[in-house]
Antibody, heavy 124, light 109 residues
Framework: QITLKESGPTLVKPTQTLTLTCALSGLSVNFRGVGVGWIRQPPGKSLEWLALIYWDNNKFYSPSLQSRVTVTKDPSKNRVVLTMTNVDLVDTGKYFC????????????????WGQGTLVTVSS | LLLTQPHSTSEFPGKTVTISCTRTSGSFASNSVQWYQKRPDTSFTTVIYDNSQRASGIPDRFTVSIDSSSKSATLIISGLQAEDEADYYCQSSDGHNVVFGGGTRLTVL
């Protein structure tokens, strides 16, 4: 069974850098074809895709956030890390990581497995 | 690219309900639509991917229709059951971005 689990700080101050971790089990981040994405959901709002990294280290970012977001993977710990710089109050929300087996998520395919999400509040 | 869904819908058990998803640019022929279900206290579940493919474990009560322009997709749930009560999100892309609809809350009366 493939599971994903997000972790990170629950409270971050404005202008700080947010670092979130997605731990995978049942599947390697280096397994051919695997992609892991980050999606967030502000309170009462819909979902927003942030970034995605593939098994071959190919990376894709939301055009609106690419200047502040970086995604990396750590095969030794089988995890994916999202870094968001200069956070603001509007970055408050639940952050999810999700796996895709699509080889081109920008054209087709879905996020097959999702974590439960981790709630991040940006407040001074 | 924006995806527009109705905010909410409701129907009685056993009936058929539809949830639309309309895109502002491009087409679902070029960039497929996916549908996710989110029940309280559970993870997101893929219902439909690549326009019409049911995900593993999803009953055939869930189908998708796409209009002739390929700009509007409709999730059709027949034989509605209490367990179908959830939020449903459509998702697509435009080659540069992955976009989600605003979500539709389905209430089973």
């Amino acid at each position: 069974q493939i599971t994903l689990k997000e972790s990170g700080p629950t409270l971050v101050k404005p202008t700080q850098t947010l670092t979130l971790t997605c731990a995978l089990s049942g599947l390697s981040v280096n397994f051919r074809g695997v992609g892991v994405g980050w999606i967030r959901q502000p309170p009462g709002k819909s979902l927003e895709w942030l970034a995605l990294i593939y098994w071959d280290n190919n990376k894709f970012y939301s055009p609106s956030l690419q200047s502040r977001v970086t995604v990396t993977k750590d095969p030794s710990k089988n995890r994916v890390v999202l870094t968001m710089t200069n956070v603001d109050l509007v970055d408050t929300g639940k952050y999810f990581c999700a796996r895709t087996s699509s080889d081109d998520i920008l054209t087709r395919g879905s996020f097959d497995s999702w974590g439960q999400g981790t709630l991040v509040t940006v407040s001074s | 690219l924006l995806l527009t869904q109705p905010h909410s819908t409701s129907e009685f058990p056993g009936k058929t309900v539809t949830i639309s998803c309309t895109r502002t640019s491009g087409s679902f022929a070029s960039n497929s639509v996916q549908w996710y279900q989110k029940r309280p206290d559970t993870s997101f579940t893929t219902v439909i991917y690549d326009n019409s493919q049911r995900a593993s474990g999803i009953p055939d009560r869930f189908t998708v229709s796409i209009d002739s322009s390929s700009k509007s997709a409709t999730l059709i749930i027949s034989g509605l059951q209490a367990e179908d009560e959830a939020d449903y999100y459509c998702q697509s892309s435009d080659g540069h971005n992955v976009v989600f609809g605003g979500g539709t809350r389905l209430t089973v009366l």
